[in-house]
Protein backbone atom coordinates (compact mmCIF):
# COMPACT_ATOMS: atom_id res chain seq x y z
CA UNK A 1 0.00 0.00 0.00
CA UNK A 2 1.69 3.43 -1.03
CA UNK A 3 2.10 5.71 0.07
CA UNK A 4 5.62 3.70 1.31
CA UNK A 5 9.11 4.75 2.59
CA UNK A 6 10.59 6.06 -0.42
CA UNK A 7 13.82 4.32 0.22
CA UNK A 8 12.51 1.00 -1.23
CA UNK A 9 12.15 1.81 -4.38
CA UNK A 10 15.50 2.27 -5.21
CA UNK A 11 16.54 -1.25 -3.42
CA UNK A 12 16.49 -3.33 -6.60
CA UNK A 13 19.38 -3.03 -9.53
CA UNK A 14 17.64 -2.53 -12.53
CA UNK A 15 13.50 -2.59 -13.16
CA UNK A 16 10.99 -2.10 -11.11
CA UNK A 17 10.27 -4.79 -8.67
CA UNK A 18 7.41 -3.40 -6.45
CA UNK A 19 3.82 -3.18 -7.12
CA UNK A 20 1.51 -0.61 -4.89
CA UNK A 21 -2.02 0.01 -4.45
CA UNK A 22 -3.55 3.00 -3.25
CA UNK A 23 -5.09 3.21 0.33
CA UNK A 24 -8.91 3.84 1.21
CA UNK A 25 -8.85 6.62 2.51
CA UNK A 26 -11.21 7.70 5.66
CA UNK A 27 -12.14 10.46 7.40
CA UNK A 28 -11.48 10.39 10.91
CA UNK A 29 -11.43 12.47 14.26
CA UNK A 30 -8.83 12.29 16.96
CA UNK A 31 -9.36 12.87 20.43
CA UNK A 32 -12.56 14.44 19.58
CA UNK A 33 -11.22 16.66 17.01
CA UNK A 34 -11.82 16.79 13.50
CA UNK A 35 -9.60 17.22 10.55
CA UNK A 36 -8.23 13.88 10.66
CA UNK A 37 -8.11 10.72 7.85
CA UNK A 38 -6.55 7.62 7.79
CA UNK A 39 -5.42 4.99 5.29
CA UNK A 40 -6.69 1.44 5.24
CA UNK A 41 -5.21 -1.45 2.63
CA UNK A 42 -7.70 -1.95 0.45
CA UNK A 43 -8.38 -5.77 0.38
CA UNK A 44 -10.90 -5.80 -2.77
CA UNK A 45 -8.12 -4.47 -5.16
CA UNK A 46 -5.36 -6.34 -3.01
CA UNK A 47 -7.02 -9.84 -3.39
CA UNK A 48 -8.08 -9.04 -7.38
CA UNK A 49 -4.74 -7.82 -8.24
CA UNK A 50 -3.19 -10.03 -11.31
CA UNK A 51 0.37 -9.73 -10.16
CA UNK A 52 -0.77 -11.62 -6.90
CA UNK A 53 -3.33 -14.22 -8.44
CA UNK A 54 -0.42 -15.01 -11.27
CA UNK A 55 2.38 -15.88 -9.05
CA UNK A 56 3.91 -13.22 -9.44
CA UNK A 57 4.39 -11.54 -6.34
CA UNK A 58 6.94 -12.95 -4.35
CA UNK A 59 6.81 -11.21 -0.80
CA UNK A 60 4.09 -9.00 0.88
CA UNK A 61 5.63 -5.87 2.48
CA UNK A 62 4.42 -3.53 4.66
CA UNK A 63 5.82 -1.18 7.20
CA UNK A 64 3.99 -0.33 10.51
CA UNK A 65 3.98 2.25 11.38
CA UNK A 66 4.52 3.71 8.26
CA UNK A 67 6.95 5.98 7.31
CA UNK A 68 6.39 9.08 6.35
CA UNK A 69 2.24 8.63 7.07
CA UNK A 70 2.22 7.77 10.92
CA UNK A 71 -0.15 5.37 9.45
CA UNK A 72 -0.33 2.31 11.63
CA UNK A 73 -2.39 -0.54 10.02
CA UNK A 74 -4.71 -2.45 12.96
CA UNK A 75 -4.65 -5.99 14.45
CA UNK A 76 -7.27 -7.26 11.68
CA UNK A 77 -5.46 -5.32 9.18
CA UNK A 78 -2.48 -7.25 9.83
CA UNK A 79 -4.27 -10.82 10.17
CA UNK A 80 -5.87 -10.65 6.80
CA UNK A 81 -2.12 -9.95 5.27
CA UNK A 82 -1.27 -12.67 6.96
CA UNK A 83 -3.91 -15.01 5.37
CA UNK A 84 -3.03 -13.48 1.78
CA UNK A 85 0.05 -14.58 2.33
CA UNK A 86 -0.53 -17.67 3.22
CA UNK A 87 -2.92 -18.50 0.90
CA UNK A 88 0.33 -17.83 -2.14
CA UNK A 89 3.03 -19.59 -0.11
CA UNK A 90 4.84 -16.17 0.10
CA UNK A 91 6.61 -14.44 3.04
CA UNK A 92 5.01 -11.45 5.09
CA UNK A 93 7.77 -9.08 5.75
CA UNK A 94 6.78 -6.06 8.43
CA UNK A 95 9.30 -3.35 8.39
CA UNK A 96 9.30 -2.20 12.12
CA UNK A 97 11.88 -0.14 12.77
CA UNK A 98 9.90 2.84 14.66
CA UNK A 99 7.44 0.37 15.75
CA UNK A 100 6.98 -1.89 19.17
CA UNK A 101 9.08 -2.98 21.48
CA UNK A 102 11.47 -0.88 20.33
CA UNK A 103 11.58 2.33 19.56
CA UNK A 104 7.89 2.04 20.50
CA UNK A 105 7.28 5.16 18.50
CA UNK A 106 3.50 4.07 18.07
CA UNK A 107 0.60 6.12 19.47
CA UNK A 108 -1.86 3.44 19.08
CA UNK A 109 -2.50 -0.39 20.41
CA UNK A 110 -1.16 -3.10 18.26
CA UNK A 111 -0.26 -6.38 18.84
CA UNK A 112 3.08 -7.76 16.97
CA UNK A 113 3.03 -11.58 16.31
CA UNK A 114 5.28 -13.86 14.50
CA UNK A 115 5.20 -16.93 13.01
CA UNK A 116 7.87 -18.66 10.71
CA UNK A 117 5.79 -17.51 7.45
CA UNK A 118 6.63 -13.76 8.82
CA UNK A 119 9.73 -11.74 8.97
CA UNK A 120 9.85 -8.72 11.22
CA UNK A 121 12.41 -5.88 10.42
CA UNK A 122 13.76 -4.12 13.13
CA UNK A 123 16.74 -1.05 13.65
CA UNK A 124 18.52 0.38 15.95
CA UNK A 125 18.61 3.65 13.82
CA UNK A 126 15.53 5.28 16.16
CA UNK A 127 17.21 4.21 19.40
CA UNK A 128 20.04 7.20 19.10
CA UNK A 129 21.74 4.54 16.89
CA UNK A 130 21.61 5.66 12.91
CA UNK A 131 25.30 5.95 12.35
CA UNK A 132 26.09 2.64 13.03
CA UNK A 133 23.89 1.24 9.85
CA UNK A 134 22.36 -2.54 12.27
CA UNK A 135 19.57 -3.82 11.38
CA UNK A 136 17.55 -6.84 13.12
CA UNK A 137 15.24 -9.36 11.74
CA UNK A 138 13.40 -12.17 13.04
CA UNK A 139 12.53 -14.89 10.64
CA UNK A 140 12.47 -18.72 9.83
CA UNK A 141 15.99 -20.09 10.44
CA UNK A 142 17.08 -20.35 6.77
CA UNK A 143 15.57 -16.97 6.29
CA UNK A 144 17.51 -15.47 8.52
CA UNK A 145 20.89 -17.40 7.72
CA UNK A 146 20.20 -16.25 3.81
CA UNK A 147 19.99 -12.81 4.96
CA UNK A 148 23.35 -13.40 7.24
CA UNK A 149 25.13 -14.69 4.20
CA UNK A 150 24.20 -12.12 1.56
CA UNK A 151 25.12 -9.15 4.18
CA UNK A 152 28.42 -11.02 4.48
CA UNK A 153 29.24 -10.36 0.61
CA UNK A 154 27.42 -7.52 0.14
CA UNK A 155 28.96 -5.80 2.89
CA UNK A 156 31.89 -7.99 2.81
CA UNK A 157 33.03 -6.71 6.57
CA UNK A 158 29.22 -6.22 8.38
CA UNK A 159 29.48 -3.45 11.08
CA UNK A 160 29.40 -5.10 14.74
CA UNK A 161 29.68 -1.66 16.46
CA UNK A 162 26.17 -1.45 16.46
CA UNK A 163 25.30 -5.05 18.24
CA UNK A 164 27.64 -4.48 21.33
CA UNK A 165 26.52 -1.29 21.87
CA UNK A 166 22.96 -2.59 21.94
CA UNK A 167 23.38 -6.36 23.32
CA UNK A 168 23.63 -5.24 26.95
CA UNK A 169 20.73 -3.11 26.66
CA UNK A 170 18.43 -6.07 25.51
CA UNK A 171 20.17 -8.66 28.25
CA UNK A 172 18.97 -6.15 31.23
CA UNK A 173 16.08 -5.23 28.95
CA UNK A 174 16.66 -0.95 29.28
CA UNK A 175 15.96 -1.43 25.73
CA UNK A 176 12.53 -1.48 26.57
CA UNK A 177 12.81 1.19 29.57
CA UNK A 178 14.39 3.64 26.88
CA UNK A 179 12.12 3.23 24.45
CA UNK A 180 8.68 3.88 26.81
CA UNK A 181 9.77 6.08 29.42
CA UNK A 182 12.23 8.90 26.95
CA UNK A 183 11.65 7.95 23.24
CA UNK A 184 7.79 7.16 22.53
CA UNK A 185 7.20 10.38 25.26
CA UNK A 186 9.06 12.61 23.59
CA UNK A 187 7.52 12.01 20.11
CA UNK A 188 3.77 12.07 21.14
CA UNK A 189 4.72 15.97 22.86
CA UNK A 190 6.21 16.74 19.69
CA UNK A 191 3.36 15.43 17.56
CA UNK A 192 0.97 17.23 19.79
CA UNK A 193 2.22 20.37 19.52
CA UNK A 194 3.09 20.47 15.77
CA UNK A 195 -0.77 18.97 15.37
CA UNK A 196 -1.91 22.06 17.21
CA UNK A 197 0.11 24.35 15.82
CA UNK A 198 -0.87 23.05 12.18
CA UNK A 199 -4.76 23.12 12.78
CA UNK A 200 -3.83 26.23 14.46
CA UNK A 201 -2.59 27.83 11.44
CA UNK A 202 -4.38 26.39 8.81
CA UNK A 203 -7.93 26.59 10.80
CA UNK A 204 -9.79 28.52 7.65
CA UNK A 205 -8.39 26.40 5.55
CA UNK A 206 -9.28 22.41 4.01
CA UNK A 207 -6.13 20.41 5.44
CA UNK A 208 -6.29 17.63 7.09
CA UNK A 209 -3.56 15.30 9.09
CA UNK A 210 -2.92 11.31 9.19
CA UNK A 211 -3.79 9.83 12.14
CA UNK A 212 -0.74 10.21 14.44
CA UNK A 213 -0.23 7.08 15.11
CA UNK A 214 2.93 6.59 15.01
CA UNK A 215 6.69 7.73 13.72
CA UNK A 216 8.27 11.08 13.65
CA UNK A 217 6.48 12.37 10.78
CA UNK A 218 3.35 14.38 10.19
CA UNK A 219 1.57 13.90 6.55
CA UNK A 220 -0.91 16.13 5.41
CA UNK A 221 -3.67 16.25 2.97
CA UNK A 222 -4.14 20.16 1.51
CA UNK A 223 -7.58 18.85 0.08
CA UNK A 224 -7.96 20.19 -3.50
CA UNK A 225 -4.92 21.42 -4.21
CA UNK A 226 -4.33 22.59 -7.75
CA UNK A 227 -1.08 22.31 -7.93
CA UNK A 228 1.69 19.35 -7.36
CA UNK A 229 3.41 19.02 -3.73
CA UNK A 230 6.38 19.19 -5.72
CA UNK A 231 5.59 22.60 -7.27
CA UNK A 232 4.31 23.58 -3.80
CA UNK A 233 7.68 22.72 -2.07
CA UNK A 234 9.44 24.85 -4.44
CA UNK A 235 7.19 27.57 -4.11
CA UNK A 236 7.91 27.71 -0.03
CA UNK A 237 11.35 26.51 -0.42
CA UNK A 238 11.47 30.25 -1.92
CA UNK A 239 9.81 31.72 1.37
CA UNK A 240 11.95 29.58 3.73
CA UNK A 241 10.24 26.66 4.90
CA UNK A 242 10.91 23.25 3.67
CA UNK A 243 8.39 20.39 3.07
CA UNK A 244 8.51 17.27 1.25
CA UNK A 245 6.93 16.41 -1.66
CA UNK A 246 4.26 13.27 -1.34
CA UNK A 247 4.98 12.28 -5.28
CA UNK A 248 8.18 10.70 -4.38
CA UNK A 249 6.76 7.98 -1.85
CA UNK A 250 4.03 6.50 -4.33
CA UNK A 251 6.72 3.78 -5.30
CA UNK A 252 5.20 0.70 -7.34
CA UNK A 253 2.46 2.41 -8.98
CA UNK A 254 1.09 1.16 -12.48
CA UNK A 255 0.92 5.27 -13.09
CA UNK A 256 4.71 6.12 -11.96
CA UNK A 257 3.86 7.16 -8.70
CA UNK A 258 0.83 8.85 -8.64
CA UNK A 259 -2.63 6.86 -8.71
CA UNK A 260 -6.21 8.72 -9.53
CA UNK A 261 -6.99 8.99 -6.21
CA UNK A 262 -4.16 10.51 -4.83
CA UNK A 263 -4.24 13.46 -7.70
CA UNK A 264 -7.38 14.38 -6.40
CA UNK A 265 -6.00 13.85 -2.56
CA UNK A 266 -2.35 15.39 -3.06
CA UNK A 267 -0.20 15.16 0.08
CA UNK A 268 2.61 16.70 2.03
CA UNK A 269 4.62 15.50 4.49
CA UNK A 270 5.33 17.78 7.63
CA UNK A 271 9.38 17.84 8.20
CA UNK A 272 9.74 17.92 12.29
CA UNK A 273 11.80 21.60 11.63
CA UNK A 274 10.41 24.55 9.29
CA UNK A 275 8.96 27.83 9.58
CA UNK A 276 6.34 29.89 8.26
Same mark, same amino acid.
Given at each position: MSPEYVGYADVQ?? =? /??FVSLPPIIEKTTHEGREGFFKYKVDFDALENLEELNNNK +?? &???? /?? #????? =? !??????EMTHLKQLAKKHG?? @? +??????? &???? !?? +??? /??????DDETILCFSLSKVGLPGVRTGIIIAHPKIAKAVSNMN??? !? @?? #???F =? &??? &?????? !??? +??CLSDELISPFYKKQSIFAIQRLQEEFADYPVYIHQPEGVIFLWVWFEGLPISTTTLYQILKQQGTLIIPSEHFFCGNADGGLSTRQRVYPLVDCPRRSHT
Open positions: VE =G /SY +IG &AICC /SR #PTNPT =G !NVLTDGIP @L +IIDNAYG &APFP !NI +IHT /STTLEWAIV !N @LS #PVR =G &AAI &ATPLFE !NDE +II
